[in-house]
């Protein structure tokens, strides 16, 4: 079976040009901002995340989750017209079942169709919030940069959102073991930083 990950499409001395360039600024405003708004909340995102949180969760923690999650927070309206029963469920099965993360997401992005909200974005960052050793966040700023990085995924014409996420996870840690940055997070904040045009050399 063939890798899922895409390996960088653009010049070695390019790659490790932005990677310097990346490391150089983390003491930025602007990349420390980046990482505030993604992960200043994280701490408690993993608080409301446990096992024993989620089998009682009400509305009001459901809607600060949302809110600590690095997601957009346009999408926070509709994920909370879930009855809370729904909501309670989805993240249970998502982030606690005995399963293989890959038919978890599966059902939670393809099969269920009962969490209105759920897509890419929110299943990464419930993942990444729970296990952020193994999942990075997935938005148009992570896609973006790996687009400028020529690593963006292939997709087949009618592939699945949980097939979408799965590569798109495998080109994120790929891309974080070649980079030697520190984590998954720290390459979600490099990715941004592509996307924003902060890495280019003048």
Known sequence: MSAMYVEPKIPQRTFQGYLERFKALQQTEAVKKIHQRKWGKAE??????KEETLNSFTLEQAEELYRCLPVSQRGRQQFLSNPI??????????????LMYEMRV??????GEWLRGADISLAAALLCTKDPDLYGPISANTEKGLKVLGMYPVFEKNESNAGRFQKVQETLFYLFRRSDLRDLLETDDFLEALAKGLLKVS
């Open 85 to 98: 029963e729904v909501i309670r469920e989805s993240l249970l099965f998502l982030l606690w079942e005995p």
């Open 106 to 111: 599966y059902e939670f992005l393809d099969q």
């Open 44 to 49: 408690r995102a993993r608080e409301l995340v």
